[in-house]
């Protein structure tokens, strides 16, 4: 159904939106969906059924950026099924992680459990980067169940360290190097999420499944 707007909307609540000449960006129900989409748009275009320069993920769109008919794709994706769960073959990365982070204990208490408990049951949990951005090499990784997310900090930190672990919203993530931030500090990594030297530079990308395995505190 084509609307006034220029916007294409499908029976299952995909929207397409055509972004300028060559653009089109995808609005979907959920994170998750959001995520499925994004798997499949990558497998067209590797298997060479979409010629498209760019495929960026979001929350709940994706952007595709240098189509030759972005009209003709939004409406051949809102007249299509949503596609399927992502598939679990991918390999997981194992982040190393120290849960000594100085909000560990404002967590477990808004968990209404232990410290301990808090750090079980994160690092219990399998998570998926459901896209990337604020910083080069931050993943907003998914997983956890709703009744596990947390509000960010009501007074942001000037400063937080690389490798901090933190929790905001849905979303676990990993700051790759210093900045300003306002999540919930819950553990500490020395794993190298961006580097220049390394091919790719990024450690994490959209759908890369993350597992963090507990070590001694420092």
Known sequence: MKGTSGTTSGTSGMRALPVG???????LPSGEQAQALHAELLRRRAEGTLAVREIVPAARTVLLDGLADPVRLASELTASDMPPALPETQEIIELRVRYDGPDLADVAALWGMSEQEV???HADTEFRVAFCGFAPGFGYLTGLPERY?????????TSVPAGAVGLAGPYTGVYPRSSPGGWQ???TTDAVLW???RVPAALLA???????????RR
């Open 195 to 197: 580097d220049h030297a």
């Open 185 to 187: 500090l819950i553990g």
């Open 149 to 157: 997310h947390v509000p960010r900090r009501a007074t942001p930190r």
């Open 119 to 121: 750090a079980r049951i």
């Open 21 to 27: 000449d060559d653009a089109l960006l995808v609005e």
């Open 206 to 216: 959209p759908g890369t499944r993350v597992r963090f395995v507990p070590v001694g």
